[in-house]
């Protein structure tokens, strides 16, 4: 004889097993991860950077989570491609927004980072930026901060290297009409080196890459000490390499820190001897941190470590111990932990000033032999 269970029995079981099947699979989700968010440039001709910096944010998550996590829980990261565009940024901070997280990684390139710094502004979620140093992006910005040094610091780094180094005299100063935050690079590195001492004999603008033999022809008979060009790796490699074959051998190329990755597109690794830009952070320094952080990169991905790699890893690990002084996800607990603790880094220790920007060691970096190295290490 077979014993039957009543069916509305059954139904009411089967009700209450599906409810805690339903709550065990999704608690420990709820629970388990504290989640950001990251924007990068990740397909383009801006790629680059962005997958550098998203190097270092898969670094510094598997360092964090294998120490411990943030207040005992995973951290977990959502990485959304920007295309290093204005509008685009835009939509994609709504839809990590959505998602619930508690901060965002974020971007590459000024411009893109401006957007998205304006967007984050309205909510007040924390964002921080590894590589977008024009001082109009935290100006102003509770919750919007950096890991790179601004723009008038860095120029202002380079003018004196220039100027007591190099032993520069006179300067031309290519302006990427472009961009605004090259522009304004160029203008800060200009004045600088006037107040100085030194003369700017001119100011070149230009629109195109193809620009540059125009110009260095324009200036090879009487040939500057210096050339100032901040730009994009890609077009300073042709300026370095168009100056080389136009036989400026004696004016030194100097940039900025968007030239890091430049080794790349050198066709004469020759002309990188006399040329030298500037970089929150390099891989040869022997600091104790630094030293852990290249070997674990190299053994990562097989290549030595640059600065959006070490920018974004040092990201993660400012949201990282925020959270854990803030001891909540709450955005607004998260901004105040940032602005009031200072945080040991790969670029040293940072203390954010007013409108949330650090005030970071400078690099002066030379390629010698085909190898990136440190020429001079500068703290103004």
Request: proline share 4%; glycine share 6%; net charge negative.
């Amino acid at each position: 004889m077979i014993n039957k269970t009543p069916l509305p029995f059954l139904l009411v079981f089967a009700a209450i097993f599906m409810s805690i099947l339903n709550s065990c699979s999704q608690k420990p989700q709820q629970q388990d991860y504290i989640t950001i968010g990251a924007l990068f440039p990740l397909t383009g001709e801006s790629s680059d950077e962005g997958l550098r910096a998203l190097n270092g944010l898969q670094i510094a998550k598997e360092e964090v989570n294998a120490n411990g996590g943030v207040l005992g829980k995973k951290l977990d990261i959502i990485v959304l491609n920007d295309k290093g565009d204005e509008e685009y940024i835009v939509q994609q901070y709504h839809k990590l927004k959505e998602r619930g997280v508690v901060a965002i990684v974020g971007s590459s390139y000024s411009s893109p980072t401006l957007a998205l710094a304006i967007e984050a502004e309205k909510d007040g979620i924390p964002v921080i930026s590894p590589t977008a140093s024009n001082p109009n992006i935290t100006m102003g910005r509770r919750n919007v901060f950096r890991t790179i040094f601004l723009d008038d610091y860095q120029a202002e780094a380079m003018a004196y290297f220039a100027y007591n180094s190099l032993n520069a005299k006179t300067a031309v100063v290519f302006s990427n009409e472009n961009s605004e935050s090259f522009r304004q690079i160029a203008g800060f590195f200009a004045k600088s080196f006037s107040a100085l001492g030194g003369q700017v004999t001119s100011i070149e603008p230009y629109y195109a890459e193809d620009d540059f033999a125009f110009l260095l022809r324009k200036h090879a008979v009487n040939p500057p000490d210096v050339i100032f060009c901040p730009d994009d790796y890609i077009p300073a490699a042709k300026l370095v390499n168009t100056a080389y074959e136009a036989g400026l051998t004696n004016t030194s190329i100097l940039g900025s820190d968007a030239w890091d990755g430049i080794l790349t597109y050198i066709y004469h690794t020759e002309a990188m001897e006399n040329a030298y830009y500037t970089a929150p952070f390099m891989f040869d320094d022997e600091t104790r941190n630094v030293m852990l952080f290249v070997r674990n990169y190299f053994d990562s991905f097989s290549q030595m470590p640059l600065t959006g790699n070490a920018t974004g890893y040092t990201c993660v690990y400012i949201l990282a111990e925020a959270i854990e002084k803030a001891g909540n996800t709450n955005w607004d607990d998260i901004v105040s932990a940032i602005k009031a603790n200072e945080f040991d880094t790969l670029m040293g220790r940072i203390k954010f000033d007013d409108n949330n920007n650090p005030r970071t060691n400078v690099y002066i970096i030379q390629i010698r032999g085909g190898v990136y190295s440190t020429c001079a290490k500068l703290s103004l």
